[in-house]
């Protein structure tokens, strides 16, 4: 059974350059912040006194096969941070970002607000980028849009969908840092969690985890928060701890909700990856125990629900179920305080009807669609 963990748990990561062995890298630095952590199992974990053929001995009962744990983290930019404090999470369930953030460039030309001509160039801009522009010159305020096509001669890029401002010509340009899922060769963590304090302190460690991510925004203005789940190649106990230093940055309130670029109005968004890891065993001759030897990503079935204001319904009924289209939701609107994300393919499921205090709301689930083999979601920090 798995046991709910108090919120002063510590839990610290180290990157891993073989899958499964730890890296040694964990630092006081490297802290998540964290809420609702589990353990699965929970009894395996625990240390206590077994009784042999020679006597009293202390040690750890009960082998723990399929080692899990899942954590909750607030969804923050990167603050006055190098990266972000989900960046090492991101890798490991999506991928090693594209970072594009040096660049910086202002709009010369732009058309119906999807296509815009840069005064400089697009040196160094990919297909699948996030890139942020400024909504009004010189204020310091940004709209994320996600890269369709890219125009060298012509210095332009064009958007998935159009930005819900409008761009003036002048305005800045900045590249952001972007994750999108991979098919294959994902790297691991091994994760720290601190169990006590004190003049014995004690820990597990998980060795070669590999999992999913699951994003809720639960009500209007509240931030992100994003749910991890790892499954882990095996763990080991022991008894030694760090003390933690905190992400710096504030997790940013919504600032835009956009179904095929239109900005609506949403009460809640819920999206789950649903990546599913497999192991892959090796057995020894002469019928040997198995072992973990490296975990795959077997698929992805990524499925969401949001909760819309009923004034004007016509945004979510004609997007008529079996056809697809962009939603990307974006947090803050500043210069490192920043997070949005872009499900390519959405397409819808149903719409029910809620209510929110006497007022009508439109219940739409959706699922997202792989298009081009890894396209199904995109998140970025400007």
Known sequence: MAQRLTASRQIFWGMESTEGVDPGNETGSSALAVSNLVLWPDVSFYRRSVVGQMGSISGNVGAQTSPMLMFTCDVKGQGTDTNPELDPLLQVVLATPTDHRTFSDSVSASTNNT?????TGVSG???????????????????????????????QFTLAAPLAHTIANGAAVKGALTYSPKNTGHSSLTLRVNLETGTSPARIDFFGCKGSVKLDMPAPGVPARATFYFQAMSWAFASSTLTPTYHSATPPSPYLFKIGGISADVKLVSWDLRQRIARKLSQSPQGATSATVSQLVTNRDLVGVFQGYDVDNTQFTEW??????????????????????????AQR??????????????????????????????????
């Open 115 to 119: 296509t815009f001509t840069m005064t």
């Open 125 to 155: 801009l990919s297909v699948g980028d996030g890139i942020a522009l400024e909504v009004q010159n010189g204020t310091g305020t940004y709209e994320i849009g996600w890269i369709q096509s890219i125009d060298v001669g012509n210095q």
């Open 320 to 345: 008529s179920a079996g056809t697809t289209t962009e939603i990307g939701q974006q947090f803050g609107s500043t210069v490192h305080d920043t997070v949005a994300y872009q499900i390519g393919q």
């Open 349 to 382: 499921g149903y719409v029910a009807y809620g209510d929110d205090n006497g007022l009508t709301t439109d219940i739409v689930a959706f699922q997202g669609a792989i298009a081009n083999g890894a396209d199904e979601l995109r998140m970025a920090f400007l």
